[in-house]
């Protein structure tokens, strides 16, 4: 262990030099785990707000808007595929109508299921903000900005207007928020009834099954499997309906491994020239050492262990600083928080680790290369 | 008799090719028993230096051999010649190399750690040395804080911390004054015989030479003189 005891103590005699790499380090992972968590908890949160309470993967008939029986064959494809999030299958019926309040009046389409399985796919529940999670024959679930633009409260009645002129009035049971202002005011959850009879369908007939994934970019794979289990039915999944949102999730993961490759390299080459002007100003001791009789690779491991010591001292402080800065956007009023993932950061922790060491080769070939005879003879 | 220690054997070194070739050494043969107290004059430029780093394994001669008690060494591989130069030489040059990271006790110990010796054992013979060479007091001092003389018996202790079998000198008090190269000379006549290290010490001084008992004399790369010297011991003038 000499090597490593003479690498801590060169260290600690430059003392300026190895704490202004170590901050180097320390800036440069602190850098690489806050922007990289920050841009995949954008992700997440964008992928969250625009499927994560809509149904991911959806079965159709082949004719949009006519109905399809959910028997259990049709059932037994979502239900017996593993990559489906347990228990997220709703069936669903839908129809669009027209509400009015005599000066105004807008869009809304219901949807109509029970409400276990609109849970499943939605989270209703969780993301009622005034009144009741409840969905009985004469309930509606409408969204909160829905209810501000009519100044609606729940037990409010709602008349709605639909094709055919046929019209239902229905109590108002709850408010939600599924996190995106459309959804928020064009959605509205009704009992399965409340479409079924404006439409005319039988029990068993539906206009979906819809479900959600454990992973949301299994989606297109998903759905080509079951394209070919169900033939006569139709299989879309929400990459296909996004490729806007994926070509935008894609460009900003792009810019940020950018950015983060490029504050690596920064990091690597502030390590290197560091570790290599470090070997020149020990040239004197290097040579000394080996005229005693160090060899060639014990040598080199001093510069190896100074490396590696800058390196875990740079990256533990990296953590820290990281960590201090994702405490500290917390405090920014952000749509979304940033959770930092445990294997990434592991991730970001080897590489700091591995691009010093990496750094480490150069002065490594210089001082195993060193003839203790060129110092001793210089004086 | 005492045993060989060192055979040196038609040693050349020669720096550049062609016509632009120097000859620094040219054919130098001796011999050094075990425990002997030599010394090496000769001008500057004259091969005395390259010599003594032949010797020491730190220089590797264009042709010849040496061999240290019996087995020729200049054939050997780099690391091979690093642990020799460790076990078997202690070097003392004219500056004193040492290394101003460490301690006085942590310089004197670096031989033994690069040779691997425990740290216990290793520190009781740095200690000892110490107290060898008058230096007791001093372990914990920087060795930028010693003063000239000190730092060079720092240096000494150094190179006799593996109780090497030789001790190579290169102008060791070539940057002290009178009463300091006095001192080191007679460390090094009491180290000699008290440890049987043998001393070869390259020197331009005459009349440090006068007080080695054998006396090499290189001019020009060659060997020129090899004597006894019986008045060995007498003081300098």
């Known amino acids: ?379 | 008799m005492a045993e060989l220690l060192l055979r040196a054997e038609n040693l050349e070194k020669v720096y550049g090719s062609g016509d632009t070739a120097t000859h620094a050494l040219k054919g130098v043969s001796f011999e050094l028993a075990e425990g002997e107290f030599a010394s090496i004059v000769g001008q500057s430029g004259s091969g005395k230096s390259t010599l003594l780093n032949m010797l020491g394994l730190l220089d590797t001669p264009t042709s010849g051999m040496i061999a240290y008690r019996g087995q020729d060494v200049s054939a050997l591989a780099k690391p091979a010649q690093a642990r020799l130069r460790n076990s078997l030489v202690g070097f003392v040059f004219q500056f004193h190399h040492l290394l101003p990271e460490f301690s006085v006790l942590e310089n004197v110990l670096m031989p033994a750690l690069i040779g691997g010796k425990p740290q216990v054992e290793a520190k009781q013979l740095a200690e000892e040395t110490l107290a060898l060479l008058g230096l007791e007091g001093l372990e914990d001092k920087g060795a930028n804080q010693l003063s000239g003389g000190q730092k060079q018996r720092v240096a000494i202790a150094r190179a006799l911390m593996n109780r090497p079998a030789l001790l190579l000198a290169d102008e060791p008090t070539g940057n002290l004054d009178t009463t300091n190269t006095e001192q080191v000379y007679k460390l090094f006549r009491q180290v000699s015989a008290e440890t049987g290290t043998a001393f070869l010490i390259v020197t331009h001084d005459r009349n440090v030479a006068q007080q080695t008992d054998r006396i090499l004399e290189v001019l020009d790369g060659e060997l020129v003189q090899d004597v006894r010297n019986d008045y060995a011991g007498a003081p300098a003038r």
């Open chain 1, 1 to 379: 262990m000499l090597p490593l005891r003479i690498a801590l103590r060169f260290l600690k005699t430059s003392r300026v030099q190895s704490t202004l790499i170590i901050a180097g380090i320390a800036v440069g992972i602190a850098v690489q785990i806050f922007v990289g968590s920050l841009i995949t908890s954008l992700q997440d949160s964008l992928v969250q707000q625009t499927i994560g309470s809509t149904s991911q993967v959806t079965i159709t008939a082949l004719d949009e808007g006519e109905p399809f029986v959910v028997d259990a064959r049709v059932r037994n494809v979502a239900e017996s595929d593993a990559r489906v999030k347990p228990g997220a299958i709703a069936p669903t019926l839908s129809v669009n109508g027209l509400y009015s309040n005599g000066n105004e009046s807008t869009p809304l389409a219901l949807k109509g299921g029970d409400l276990k399985s609109l849970d499943a796919i939605s989270s209703i529940s969780k993301r009622i903000t005034a009144g009741v999670a409840r969905l009985g024959r004469g309930d509606i679930l409408i969204g909160t900005d829905f209810a501000e633009k009519f100044t609606l409260s729940p037990g409010d009645s709602i008349r709605i207007t639909f094709s055919g002129n046929k019209t239902r009035t229905l109590t108002i049971a709850g408010i939600f928020d599924l996190g995106s202002a459309a959804v928020n005011a064009r959605q509205a959850f009704v009992n399965a009834e409340v479409p079924r009879s404006l439409l005319g369908w039988r029990t068993d007939e539906y206009a979906a099954l819809e479900a959600q994934l454990l992973q949301p970019f299994d989606s297109a794979e998903v759905a080509a499997t079951w394209r070919q289990q169900l033939p006569n039915l139709r299989v879309v999944e929400w990459q296909a309906q996004n490729a806007d949102l994926l070509t935008a999730l894609q460009s900003q993961g792009s810019s940020s491994y950018m950015i983060q490759a490029f504050v690596l390299i920064a990091v690597a080459l502030g390590i290197a020239s560091t570790l290599a002007i470090s070997a020149v100003q020990k040239t004197r001791q290097i040579g000394i050492l080996k005229a005693m009789g160090m060899g060639d690779a014990e040598a080199g491991r001093i510069f190896l262990w100074q490396a590696a010591l800058l390196g875990v001292g740079g990256t533990l402080s990296g953590l820290a600083l990281g960590f201090f800065l994702l405490w500290g956007f917390s405090f920014a009023g952000a749509s979304f928080t940033i959770t930092p993932k445990p294997t990434f950061i592991a991730f970001s922790a080897a590489v700091g680790i591995i691009v010093a060491l990496l750094s480490s080769i150069i002065p490594i070939r210089k001082t195993s290369a060193l003839d203790p005879i060129e110092v001793i003879q210089g004086g």
